[in-house]
């Protein structure tokens, strides 16, 4: 099993839809959690850390279940500007090694 | 500024040269990485960096080699490299915590012939 482990997609939606993805880890030690967002052939964004308590950033929200092990992120309102890869990142209590899910691609179509 | 710079932006070399990659960042950060990242791949990681030393090696091949020369500096030496080893290289840096929000450069997009 993947330590981290992401549907690689795509899913294209129409713009305005919300859209939700889901990431499971298997390390229980891993401490900090976080989405990227990468664009074709650039760098990976960080888009935002994920609190236990849960995090909203605008038209972005993001989950953590510890109990069942898995992050999700949530978009609202699609934009065209959102098509991108998400990718999410865990990384274990004191150590430097974030772990990569392969990333979802999602596609927002006009 | 959350801003990690990287040069080249983009690198040609032939499998006998030896080249140099580099990365910037002022923000305090005391933990660097470099990742390498093939294409529809997420990032691997290769190296990092902690305060200055190097704590994790990926069992990367030495025709890789880091260097740390201050606590805003890493480079990565090239030499004698393959042509699969053509990727994006990405440098990252974070708080020296453990689990912090890495930050990344723009990467350099290398090209071995």
């Known amino acids: 099993r993947k330590e981290v482990e992401q549907d690689p997609g795509p899913f294209n939606v129409p713009e305005g839809a919300t859209v939700a993805f889901n990431c499971t880890y298997s390390?229980?030690?891993?401490?900090?959690f976080f989405w990227y967002r990468q664009d074709c052939r650039k760098e990976p964004k960080l888009l935002m850390s994920?609190?236990?308590s849960g995090n909203e950033d605008g038209r972005f929200t993001a989950q953590l279940n510890r109990a069942s092990q898995y992050i999700s992120l949530l978009i609202r309102d699609s934009k065209l500007s959102d098509s991108a890869t998400y990718l999410c990142?865990?990384?274990?209590?004191?150590?430097?090694?974030?772990?990569f899910g392969t990333g979802t691609r999602l596609k927002v179509l006009a | 500024d959350t801003e990690v710079t990287q040069t080249p932006k983009h690198l040609v070399m032939g499998m006998t040269n030896k080249k140099s990659l580099k990365c910037e960042q002022h923000?305090?950060?005391?933990?660097m990485y470099w990742y390498k990242q093939k294409a529809k791949k997420p990032p691997e990681l290769m190296f990092v960096?902690?305060?200055?030393?190097?704590?994790i090696n990926e069992s990367v091949p030495s025709r890789f080699s880091p260097e740390c020369p201050n606590s805003s500096l890493l480079n990565l030496h090239l030499h004698a490299l393959q042509p699969e080893d053509s990727a994006l290289y990405l440098c990252?840096?974070?708080?020296?915590?453990?689990?912090?929000?890495?930050?990344f450069g723009q990467g350099t997009r290398l090209t071995v012939v």
């Open positions: 990252a840096s974070s708080q020296a915590n453990g689990g912090a929000e890495a930050f």
């Open positions: 390390n229980s030690a891993s401490q900090s």
């Open positions: 994920v609190y236990s």
């Open positions: 990142v865990v990384a274990p209590l004191g150590t430097y090694k974030y772990i």
């Open positions: 923000m305090g950060h005391r933990a």
């Open positions: 960096y902690s305060y200055e030393k190097l704590s």
